[in-house]
């Protein structure tokens, strides 16, 4: 600001402070219009339309906390909830390492190293309609691709896969880590650029060994990096919803029956939508409360 | 707040020093250089293999495609899946559906956005913070969980069954405000307050200063914004009904329920879908890496 100082007064006067505000309006307001009607006020109307019963005829009906006694008493809402924790247990850590793994791999200076962060990045964005399909041909239980290669390596009776209600959450799981790692993996190589390449050769001078300087230099290093990838996995894998509605569509029965796709049946099928709304904002509340406590977590271990 | 460049050739210095001189010396680094590459192509092939199996198959007749042991290479080539799939589903429509909005919108998030970011990140003022909070707080709210009302208000508009529904969901997304205002933030303030100095309104600093200097920022999120539209599924699932606004996902998915025996066709279809992104893929592959290393790791 030093530059202005000269021609402008002192201290920004009241009328030069309502220019600047109308200023700044002005940029902001064609997004925030579109974001304000299509994203805040949705948000908000949530809060409201879990108390109340709707079915899409009519008016909202003010039930206040009907739809959350509905909720302890709805076994499918168990399910859903049960089904959704089970991914995310297992979606949550087994991504991160393998995500850990490629980065760490990937970030050795080797002839041929782009291309293959390009291969594992590739999954990501490939649509989720066409990677669900493929993967359902090849988790095929007599003929498909997998249970050839389990056979061939000795495995007498492989899985049936997305047709068996004990098997189809698993291959969800694998499919989701294979299409996941590799953004993860982006981001840890960000974070591992970040670190000091001194911090190594310090490490090496004390004589440490290549997995004490992982444990000591690379993961205290990582530790953003890590944190930030453990809540954007948290948020997708109780979310998660499009891979499982083309794969399995739920089932079978209700095996693979997740949060979101119990709001989706109760609201778009049933037209329930205010019960649907109580759902949603279980979803909303785990989310919220997943992300606060792992920044509590974070930033007492930082202490 | 620097952006981070994650230039896929890692260039220099980033690496940490795990190649010494110590281990030149030794054969344990031809070793352990044999160990990595070996790894990295087992692990690069079972990553490839879902779409090298996809492409195959598509070149196969639907008989073939399930065989014990697997096929691995088409014998013969049949090209003819790629012929019929134009008569036997209304591809061309979906594509020119999806092209449509995926041009559209992203080129209303990349104006709006770059736009808005402008302003929370170069004009001071009151409020701005608390606005911007809002912005980033909702990216941390899941799609799903408010789906529900924004349809009903979508319906109240008039606008669903309608592509135009698409673009009001998809045109004014946080993220790429967020994305915009990370970079802008790189950019020195001295630039914009010697504009000013020479006379320029802050729209004018917007357009011919800062907007110049934000192209790699502006490839990154044209990438992502235009991948992410073309391979929506539950906004299109939600939104379009009719057959004739679909989009191509929506249109592949019903084309596995009509032909679901044939697999070669659907395949074909899963080829044709993925295609374009693979090749918009191919050529900006460092920005899809440099925007998600933007906005992923807070500086």
């Known amino acids: 600001m030093s530059a202005t100082t000269i021609e402008r007064p002192r201290a920004p006067g009241r009328r030069l402070r309502r220019r600047r505000a109308l200023v700044g309006w002005t940029f902001i307001l064609p997004n925030f219009l579109g974001f304000a009607t299509f994203t805040l006020v949705p948000v908000l109307i949530l809060m409201y339309l879990g108390f109340t019963s709707w079915n899409a005829f009519g008016a909202a009906e003010f039930t206040g906390l009907e739809n959350y006694e509905r909720l302890l008493s709805d076994s499918t809402f168990h399910t859903a909830l049960l089904n959704t924790l089970y991914y995310a247990v297992f979606h949550i850590p087994l991504t991160l390492v393998a995500a850990l793994g490629l980065a760490v791999l990937l970030n050795q200076k080797l002839r041929g190293v782009a291309f293959f962060r390009t291969v594992a990045f590739f999954p990501y964005i490939t649509s989720i309609v066409a990677i669900a399909v493929v993967w359902n041909m090849l988790f095929s239980p007599e003929a498909g691709p997998v249970n050839q290669f389990l056979e061939a390596i000795g495995i007498a009776s492989p899985p049936g896969w997305t047709t068996s209600t004990d098997w189809a959450m698993p291959a969800i799981i694998l499919v989701s880590i294979w299409r996941d790692m590799g953004y993860y993996m982006l981001l840890f190589l960000a974070g591992l650029q970040a670190i000091p390449g001194e911090l190594y050769e310090a490490a090496r001078i004390d004589g440490a060994n290549a997995w004490q300087r992982f444990r000591n230099v690379t993961m205290p290093g990582l530790r953003p990096t890590t944190f930030f990838v453990t809540v954007m996995l948290t948020i997708g894998s109780f979310k998660v919803f499009d891979l499982i509605l083309v794969m399995t569509n739920g089932g079978p029965g209700t095996a693979t029956l997740v949060l979101s796709q119990y709001i989706y049946d109760t609201g778009f099928v049933e037209r329930d939508f205010g019960y649907a709304s109580t759902v949603a904002i279980v979803l909303f509340l785990i989310c919220i409360g997943v992300t606060v406590l792992q920044f509590l977590v974070n930033k007492r271990r930082e202490r | ?299």
Not at chain 2, 230 to 244: A, C, K, M, T, V
């Open chain 2, 1 to 299: 707040m620097a952006t981070l460049t994650l230039d896929p050739p890692s260039t220099g210095t980033g690496t940490p020093g795990n190649r010494g001189r110590a281990d030149r010396r030794t054969g344990l680094h031809l070793v352990g250089r044999v160990l990595l590459y070996a790894v990295m192509l087992v692990a690069a092939a079972a990553i490839l293999v879902p779409f090298v199996w996809m492409v195959t198959s598509s070149l196969k007749n639907s008989t073939q495609v399930f065989t014990v042991p697997i096929q691995w290479l088409p014998d013969p080539v049949v090209w003819q899946n790629y012929l019929d799939i134009w008569t036997k589903a209304d591809m061309s429509t979906w594509l020119r559906n999806t092209l449509l909005l995926s041009v559209v919108i992203t080129f209303l998030q990349v104006l709006t956005g770059s736009f808005a970011a402008y302003g929370f990140s170069k004009v001071r003022f009151p409020g701005r913070d608390v606005l911007f909070l809002a912005y980033v707080g909702t990216i941390a709210v899941p799609w799903q969980a408010y789906m529900i009302p924004q349809f009903i208000l979508m319906s109240r508009f008039e606008l669903s069954n309608t592509l135009w529904a698409m673009i009001a969901l998809q045109a004014f997304g946080a993220f790429g405000v967020f994305l915009m205002k990370q970079y802008y933030e790189s950019i020195p303030e001295e630039l914009s307050e010697a504009a000013r100095i020479d006379g320029l309104s802050e729209y004018g600093i917007w357009r011919r200063v800062v907007l110049p200097l934000s192209g790699p920022a502006v490839a990154s999120l044209s990438l992502l914004t235009f991948v992410n539209v073309w391979n929506d599924y539950l906004g299109p699932l939600i939104y379009l009904r009719s057959p004739e606004i679909w989009t191509i996902q929506i249109g592949l998915k019903s084309l596995v329920s009509q032909y679901n025996a044939e697999y070669a066709l659907i395949m074909t279809g899963s080829v044709l879908s993925v295609l374009p992104i693979a090749i918009i893929f191919m050529l900006g592959q460092r920005y899809f890496v440099q925007g998600i290393a933007t906005t992923g790791v807070k500086g």
